[in-house]
T-cell receptor, first 114, second 113 residues
């Protein structure tokens, strides 16, 4: 079962614009991560935000986390054509066992037009 | 470091045949994960290992699927017999812990005719 749901499913913007993607999840988490996947490639880790953090920055990326609403957003500023990819959020789902595991959301397909 | 290495990158086989996918994790990573990605179901966690021991295989679809990790540098995912609905991209990933950053391989695209 999927823990996270991304919104929108697809997003098309012009180069230079900002792109915002949202992720909602269902259960309590310890951290939330965002990954990027270029077409035909593996996923690449972008950023991790812990449950006690509200905002985190990494270069042109800004991630927010609202644990009360069980949601996160990923903002890519000044987008470039090379940012075209699918973006996934991943949360550590409590399994009731000794360790948790990462469950991925459905993804947002971002297309940046040059 | 070369990253997570998967083979084959592409596999086309006929229904009923045995398929073996291979993975070499990043040296020093104690956790290894197998995921499956399809358009319909997205990314699904099939199984993960800690120090070569299977910890959670609740995502393995059925008995036709099996995974092994005989040593810290090698894992296999086997499907026997394969069916057309097994067609997907299978990813291997490794990490230092279960909920930290995952390092993915490039995937093995399986097509079962």
């Amino acid at each position: 079962s999927q823990q996270g749901e991304e919104d929108p499913q697809a997003l098309s913007i012009q180069e230079g614009e900002n792109a915002t993607m949202n992720c909602s999840y269902k259960t309590s988490i310890n951290n939330l991560q965002w990954y990027r996947q270029n077409s035909g490639r593996g996923l690449v880790h972008l950023i991790l935000i812990r449950s006690n953090e509200r905002e985190k920055h990494s270069g042109r990326l800004r991630v927010t986390l609202d644990t009360s609403k069980k949601s996160s957003s990923l903002l890519i500023t000044a987008s470039r054509a090379a940012d075209t990819a699918s973006y996934f959020c991943a949360t550590d789902a409590e399994t009731g066992g000794a360790t948790n595991k990462l469950i991925f959301g459905t993804g947002t397909l971002l297309a940046v037009q040059p | 470091d070369a990253g997570v290495i998967q083979s084959p990158r592409h596999e086309v086989t006929e229904m009923g045949q045995e398929v073996t996918l291979r993975c070499k994790p990043i040296s020093g990573h104690d956790y290894l994960f197998w995921y499956r990605q399809t358009m319909m179901r997205g990314l699904e966690l099939l199984i993960y290992f800690n120090n070569n021991v299977p910890i959670d295989d609740s995502g393995m679809p059925e008995d036709r699927f099996s995974a092994k990790m005989p040593n810290a540098s090698f894992s296999t995912l086997k499907i026997q017999p394969s069916e057309p609905r097994d067609s997907a991209v299978y990813f291997c990933a490794s990490s230092r812990d279960t909920t930290g950053e995952l390092f993915f391989g490039e995937g093995s695209r399986l097509t079962v005719l």
